[in-house]
């Protein structure tokens, strides 16, 4: 399925065309998505989050993340800089790797405490694969992966790489096997902010 989209860059927004297949087995041939952490590790997580979409999943420090869809690193963070008097918004997440699959989306995985040997951004990763393992890096209470959905962006910016849709409902899918895709729900996202990216950039602490 191919489905346009304006997408900003710059001061400009362009009709961008990605080409997307979803729904049960449809992305990337078969396999399409996966639940980020071990289906053998017990893990909880609330239909909520505070502040803006997104999801905490709770698990034992050290368990291992993998990536829940076929794409490239967009972007990664091995050292944990947040700090506690400063509070830099783009550092909340500490250690972190952020992925954009095959179909288009971009998924964030924050708190990390390891992050896989070898990963670097442009690194192509397959629905599945260890990417690292759970921490509580960052501005975290307790170990948990924090968990965002978003439209990749071009620029530098946090608050749209943080999450932008409830992702619950697709983690829980995941789990049970089936291949519910965020694509239509990012589509939306888009047609409704389609500047998003752009003002969003403009926010103190847009990036390191």
């Known amino acids: ?5 304006a997408r900003p860059i ?8 990605v080409v997307l297949s979803f729904g049960a087995g449809q992305v990337n041939g ?18 909520t989050h505070p502040g803006y979409p997104a999801t905490d999943i709770f698990a034992t420090c050290g368990v291992g993340i993998v990536a829940p869809v076929s794409g490239s690193v967009d972007g990664l963070r091995r050292s944990d800089l947040w700090n506690n008097k400063t509070d830099n918004p783009w550092l909340r997440g500490g250690k972190f790797v952020s992925i954009v699959g095959t179909d288009g989306v971009r998924y964030y995985m924050a708190h990390l405490d390891t992050i896989a040997s ?13 990417v690292g393992t759970l921490g509580r890096t960052g501005r975290a209470g307790a170990c948990h992966l924090h968990f965002g959905i978003s439209p990749p962006c071009p620029n530098s910016e946090w608050w ?13 899918a995941w789990r049970q096997g089936s291949d519910k895709s965020p694509v239509s729900a990012i589509q939306r996202c888009l047609q409704n902010n389609p500047k998003a990216c752009v ?9 390191n």
């Open 30 to 47: 078969s396999g399409g998505y996966a639940y980020p952490i071990d289906l053998q590790v017990v893990s909880s997580f609330s239909f």
């Open 10 to 17: 710059g001061l400009i927004a362009i009709v961008a065309t």
């Open 199 to 207: 003002d969003k950039e403009q926010l103190p602490w847009s990036s």
């Open 118 to 130: 070898g990963l670097k951004i442009g690194s192509v990763v397959q629905v599945g694969q260890r």
């Open 160 to 172: 749209v790489r943080r999450g932008v849709i409830w992702s619950a409902k697709y983690l829980t």
């Open 1 to 5: 399925m191919v489905i346009p989209f």
